[in-house]
Nanobody, 128 residues
């Protein structure tokens, strides 16, 4: 079975940093891209970042560009989201998701329903 385990959330002051991890099992990063989404109370789940290991492609939403970076460790089948210069607007539950590169029309689909597998969320709270 495919499983994704997100971790690393917590409470941090504005300007601080956190690193989220998404550990996968039952699939490999050779043929799956990983995306990070977040959902704040009363808001829809939104795409934050994606990474495709086979060609090194990465995507960042406009409001996190320059502050967030994503990386992967194939040996651990784990993807990381480094979040710097956090602000209260980044407060949300963060989710990681996986999409099969051979069956998806996009390596970084914008809509949550287009992703094949989801992990549980991890709460990120940024205080002002």
């Amino acid at each position: 079975d495919v499983q994704l385990q997100a971790s690393g959330g917590g409470l941090v002051q504005a300007g601080g940093s956190l690193r989220l991890s998404c550990a996968g099992s039952g699939f490999t990063l050779d043929d799956h891209a990983i995306g990070w989404f977040r959902q704040a109370p009363g808001h829809e789940r939104e795409r934050v970042s994606c990474i495709s290991e086979p060609d090194g492609s990465a995507y960042y939403a406009d409001d996190v560009k320059g502050r967030f970076s994503t990386s992967s460790d194939n040996a651990k089948n784990t993807v990381y989201l480094q979040m710097n210069s956090l602000n209260p607007g980044d407060t949300a539950v963060y989710y990681c998701a996986a999409v099969n590169l051979y069956t998806s029309d996009s390596w970084c689909p914008p809509g949550p329903s287009e992703w094949h597998y989801w992990g549980q969320g991890t709460q990120v709270t940024v205080s002002s």
